[in-house]
């Protein structure tokens, strides 16, 4: 039987070629993923250890460290040198008077050569306050010189002049995020980031003396408040860490190549569903000659064996060329994501096992169900009748499900369960599964209502062929269905969100320009010198601070009516200096009403309104929801002058032009390149600019599973020819053009994929409606978008990727002369 098997499994590799590219793409996805992200893994420790190459001890605390802790380590037996590290944000002023573009990432840097664990590319490292280095890539693009002076700012004020006194390599280090790298002495970096202390503690130990050692001895010194830990404790704590990370970015590229795998399933098990059938006569004649059942079953599982593991080796080969292309990718992109690609004896094996268990598991119905049918009724003609209705019990189960999963999707808005999406999708998806051979041909048979108007008979002729075996249709469909599913929940999700946050921004920001914080908070004294400026009328910045359980926002008295949807009681207009609005929620909590003079943080108001709307239910995390009150500017500075915003707001004053008010908020913040400016329409794209970018990341990844499916559409298709070779050379015999053969695959493979796709985008366009519902009822900003014009290109391209695998096909189809197709037995 092993001959046999290997001999018919040679004899027939042609049918089984598209299902084995299948399971090579599935088993790809998987072995680049873990073969990137291991090559990354490798690398962590040294990157790890770039910095701390001569830190023998480091002294930790969840709190700022000061200097005086410092010199008290400095001061213990057996330390060489001591010196604070922080890593901050700063922004350069490059040489054209712009700031630098890019997130700068500000660091300290040890004066004592003993802990100096920089690669100077030229110049040498600061040794004193007032200098500064600067990564070589920033040097390069905008043309520095060593000894020529560099602005530098951050959230301190407003930018100041340091000598440029060297050069330092820091690509490929968890200090390399592709924005300029700035290195000041430990003085210089606490003014600039205007920090209270440092991060943590460099301690290089004498000669002689251990790490352990000197740990311990620190430990005493320092308290119990305080973590020590020795370089090769550092060392793991970073690698840890980084690890840590890279096992997140793994498991989510795994969930996708999951997807993928999922889908190659369904395309090998629907392949070796038609091969088995379609071996119908030669399964009986083994078994009329002595082969018994179990050998059959066997014999079958030992090719799947076969086919798994060829297809997973090539796609272990595979996934090793896509791991090197991504690291290269990233490597031009210059992001810190990449590294030695890394192929591990695991990653083979595991590789190996996961492609072949793929395999295994989707033959095993096929091939029990092929060895059920009788060896002397499998002789006659009906034996090659390989269509078989699906079960009642089966389809009445579907139904039941996907009503549930329905039911689900429904339920989740008004019970405000993300767990309830989640399982209704699941629940829809599989219901569709087990009720497609009812439902599935039925949509093929709606759309080929209109096709037969414009391709007449050789429309009906496609949509007969399609519909005669309606589990081989609905396994087709259904792969696509997952992909296509999961690539239009994301679509019109990111579409909602957008939408969303845009009517936020309008809602909350009523002034022509924004100015924000990269990555930080505003820097001291910008907001007041834009204030100063003739040109500008609103400067507001948006700020917030917690005391007793109560959020205290800021708010301009000309812009606060934007956050307020109604006026419960009061007068709005009354809002200013010395008096505030209360939201309903902390004036219902406390008895507050409006005219009422309360005391907050000491001082005593006048509750001008209450209020209630947009805005008033945000909830911060660190009140109670709705427990807030707004304060005019003036009063909020007085209540707390160290609290700054990420945001201020900027209308021109009455009578300049935007044109002109713009020119002066950019005079102003060249003095702070840790600023950013922009209009409405530009803040909105920053917004929304994240949710593009995860859209086209995972539409990226799911166009794999997508891939896939069609590969299983042609695979379908293909043996579906090899199946009616006879039949389609009678229609060529009595008259079908080659033309219209080809025409009538086109359609048929045409009709699999549209319906499929249309199941997908409507389970995908439904789980993304109840997720909406869901957050609209949570947060009260999410309504449903649905953008058709992407909804209908994912439809397109479904219908000419359908159209470009029927060519394959057809191809076969018309290789046999008319005369040997009809000798075809």
């Avoid at 790298?181 to 000669?207: C, P, S």
């Avoid at 305080?226 to 690890?243: F, G, H, K, M, Q």
């Avoid at 699941?426 to 569709?432: A, D, K, R």
């Amino acid at each position: 039987m092993i001959r046999l098997t290997l001999r018919s499994l040679r004899a027939e590799a042609a049918r089984m070629l598209l299902s084995t590219l299948a399971v090579v793409l599935g088993v790809a996805f998987i072995a680049g993923t873990l073969i990137f992200v291991d090559g990354m893994r490798a690398g962590a420790y040294d990157r790890a250890g770039t910095f701390d190459r001569h830190t023998d001890v480091g002294v930790y605390r969840d709190e700022v460290i000061d200097a005086s802790l410092v010199e008290r380590v400095r001061a213990v037996d057996g330390v060489r040198a001591a010196e604070g590290e922080l890593i901050g944000t700063g922004g350069l002023v490059g040489s054209d008077g712009r700031p630098v573009l890019g997130y700068g990432v500000l660091a300290a840097i040890p004066t004592d050569p003993a802990l100096q664990s920089y690669d100077v590319v030229a110049g040498r490292l600061p040794a004193r306050t007032g200098e500064l280095v600067l990564d070589q890539r920033t040097v390069t693009a905008q043309g520095f010189d060593l000894g020529a002076p560099v602005r530098v700012g951050g959230a301190s004020g407003a930018a100041r002049p340091y000598t440029l006194v060297g050069t330092v390599d820091v690509a490929g280090t968890p200090r390399d995020v592709g924005g300029p790298y700035i290195g000041l002495v430990g003085a210089d970096a606490l003014a600039v980031t205007d920090r209270g202390g440092y991060d943590r503690i460099m301690v290089a130990a004498e000669a002689g003396t251990t790490d352990r050692l000197l740990a311990e001895r620190i430990a005493e010194a320092v308290g119990a408040d305080t973590t020590v830990r020795t370089r090769p404790e550092i060392l793991d704590a970073a690698v840890a860490e980084e690890v840590r990370d890279l096992s997140q970015f793994n498991m989510v590229l795994l969930t996708f190549a999951g997807v993928a795998v999922v889908v190659a399933a369904f395309v090998i098990a629907n392949t070796f569903t038609i091969v088995l059938a379609q071996r119908t006569r030669r399964t009986a004649l083994l078994r009329l000659v002595g082969a018994t059942r179990e050998q059959v079953f066997r014999a079958t599982l030992l090719e799947s064996v076969a086919v798994g593991l060829a297809a997973s080796t090539l796609g272990v080969g595979l996934g090793a060329g896509l791991a090197a292309g991504l690291n290269l990718l990233m490597a031009r992109l210059d992001t810190p994501l990449h590294g030695e690609p890394t192929l591990t004896v695991g990653t083979v094996l595991g590789c190996l096992a996961a492609g072949t268990a793929l395999t295994v598991g989707a033959a095993l119905v096929p091939a029990w169900q092929g060895t059920r049918v009788a060896p002397v009724a499998a002789l006659t003609d009906a034996a090659v009748q390989v269509a078989r209705p699906a079960g009642r019990v089966r389809l009445a189960f579907g139904a039941i499900v996907l009503a549930c999963g329905v039911a689900a999707l429904v339920s989740a808005a008004s019970a405000g369960q993300v767990v309830l999406v989640a399982l209704g999708g699941v629940l829809s998806f599989l219901g569709l599964v087990l009720f497609g051979p009812v439902l599935v041909p039925a949509l093929v048979r709606l759309f080929g209502v209109p096709a037969r108007r414009i391709f007449g008979k050789t429309s009906s002729l496609a949509v007969a062929n399609a519909v005669r075996n309606p589990r081989r249709l609905a396994a087709t469909a259904t792969a696509l269905v997952i992909g296509i599913g999961l690539v239009s929940s994301f679509v019109v999700g990111a579409q909602s969100t957008k939408a969303a946050i845009e009517r936020s921004v309008d809602a909350e920001v009523g002034v022509d320009f924004v100015v924000t914080g990269i990555g930080v908070d505003l820097p001291a004294g910008v907001v007041a010198a834009l204030a100063d400026r003739p040109e500008l009328g609103t400067v507001h910045e948006s700020r917030t601070h917690v005391v007793d359980d109560v959020e205290f926002r800021a708010a301009a008295p000309e812009l606060v009516g934007h956050r307020i949807d109604r006026v419960l009681t009061g007068q709005l207009d009354r809002f200013g200096p010395g008096r505030l609005l209360v939201h309903r929620d902390l004036a219902g909590r406390r008895g507050w009403s409006a005219g009422e003079t309360v005391t907050l943080h000491g001082r005593p108001f006048e509750v001008a309104a209450v209020v209630a709307g947009t805005g008033s239910e945000a909830n911060t995390g660190r009140a109670p929801e709705g427990h807030v009150v707004e304060l005019d500017d003036v009063d909020f500075t007085r209540l707390f002058p160290d609290e700054r915003g990420y945001l201020a707001e900027v209308d021109p004053a009455a009578g300049v032009s935007a044109t002109a008010a713009r020119a002066a908020i950019e005079a102003v913040l060249v003095d702070y390149p840790t600023v950013n400016l922009m209009d409405q329409a530009a803040y909105k794209r920053m917004l929304t600019g994240t949710v593009d970018m995860l859209l086209a990341f995972v539409v990226a990844l799911l166009g794999l599973a997508v891939v896939i499916a069609l590969v299983g559409v042609a695979n379908t298709l293909s043996l579906s020819v090899v199946e009616r070779t006879r039949e389609n050379a009678v229609l060529r015999a009595v008259g079908l053009t080659r033309g219209r053969m080809r025409g009538m695959l086109a359609v048929e493979a045409l009709f699999t994929a549209l319906v499929g796709a249309v199941l997908g985008v409507a389970l995908g366009t439904g789980v993304a409606a109840s997720a909406m519902a869901m957050l609209s009822r949570i947060a009260g900003e999410f309504t449903l978008v649905v953008p058709w014009g992407q909804l209908g290109g994912i439809l397109g391209i479904a219908v000419l990727a359908a159209l470009v695998a029927s060519v394959l096909p057809a191809r076969r189809a018309l290789a046999l002369p008319v005369v040997e197709a009809l000798a075809d037995r």
